[in-house]
């Protein structure tokens, strides 16, 4: 195997850092091909917890190499930012982090923007991070963006920023909020770029090479299936291909790269932010997943809502992927919960069905029908076994199995590296 892929099956921070982390340990390369610093990556390594937003989660194993793809929006202060606390750990990424010269750069006038039309009165609020996301991609596909490689380009850069501060201005103005001067973006941006340029690279040719050397290489999605913009949840998702179909396009590689795709999926579901969510528990038993998950947002704290696994999403997700397998998260959460369940099909208006639906307002209308399945006790944070796993918990990872489609393949009972089950469950 040389090429794999991590992706999410659900609305995000299914635990797509700690398998990446996980996984490193055996690569030489990890790449993001799509987001930006929405991600919230968590691995936590001897007890320590890190979070982080683009650099790759390879970044903890001091012999892989981190590449930031050509789908990614990159936010350099943000990048440096980060460069910076992993160097206070004692992680250094020189001569081992690579960003794309293709990738597009956000600026602050992009955050501004995202916090006005995620604010504007009328229009539907999606919840975003915040983090520029949104117009950053909105530019790319309006070919008003600004990449890497014009940032090295004093010509190109003065001129496309001077257009882009002015529109962005312009809404700004009328909007009442604070504008952008050109002059002091220029400088700034000019500052970063140098800070960044030991890294930039055409980062497509080295992973392309990488392969063809037979290295083996990891991609990090980052985000999840359903807040892909082509096939989540829209509008109420990010805005680019969060699923393996990022991959391609993100990295310049061709659609055959992928040995193996891994699907992650929590043993039960999360969303932050606005959209539909048909097996949200909005009672005590959603309140109690939130506590013993721990279930807050690691890019923007925000508490994150909580509900039973979701089987026809999942399998709609595992298809759309191409999902090999699958890693169950925070399998040791569901402990103490009596019964546990998983939704197998959906209910909308009257009648059943065990399809995913593209329309937002059956989405919204869809009522879960759950299979309800026998909870465990006890704490299993310790198991490293499927033998070892009370059989209640077996049996949810079977059906699991079963409703998805896909095998499970890894079991994840902890936030430690070392608190994971690898192996088929039969
Ligand atoms: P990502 O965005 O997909 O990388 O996921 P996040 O890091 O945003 O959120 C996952 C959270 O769950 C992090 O705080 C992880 O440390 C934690 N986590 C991951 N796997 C497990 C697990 O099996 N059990 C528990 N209790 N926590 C886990
Ligand atoms: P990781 O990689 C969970 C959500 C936001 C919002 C929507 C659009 O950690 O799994 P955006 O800022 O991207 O325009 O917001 O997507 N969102 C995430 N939710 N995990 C993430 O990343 C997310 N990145 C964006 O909450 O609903
Ligand atoms: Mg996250």
Sequence with gaps: MTARAVVG???????????????????????????????????VVRGRRMVSHLVPSGAHHPGVECVIG??????????????GQLREIGIDLAGRLWVSERAHVVFAYHKALDQLQDSAPGAARIGTTGRGIGPCYGDKVNRTGIRVADLYDEGVLASRLAASIAAANDRLVRAGREIFDLEATLAAT????ERIRPHVCDAEERVAHAIRAGREVLFEGAQGTLLDVDLGTYPYVTSSNAGSGGIPSGTGL????????LGVTKAYATRVGEGPFPTELRDDVGSRLREVGREYGATTGRPRRCGWLDGVALRYAARVNGADGLAVMKLDCLSGFHPVKICRAYRIAGAESERFPAGLSALERAEPVYEELPGWDGDISRSRGIPELPSEARHFLSRTEEITGAPVTIVSVGPGREQTIEGRLR
């Design 9 to 43: 099956l659900q609305w995000g921070d299914e635990g797509k850092g700690k398998i990446v982390d996980l996984l490193a340990s055996r690569a030489q390369l990890v790449v993001r091909y799509q987001g930006g610093a929405n991600a919230g990556h968590t691995v």
């Design 70 to 83: 050509a789908g990614v929006v990159l936010d350099p202060a943000a990048l440096l930012d980060e460069i």
């Design 190 to 193: 000019r500052s970063l770029a």
């Design 254 to 261: 061709p659609l055959r790269v992928l040995d193996l795709c």
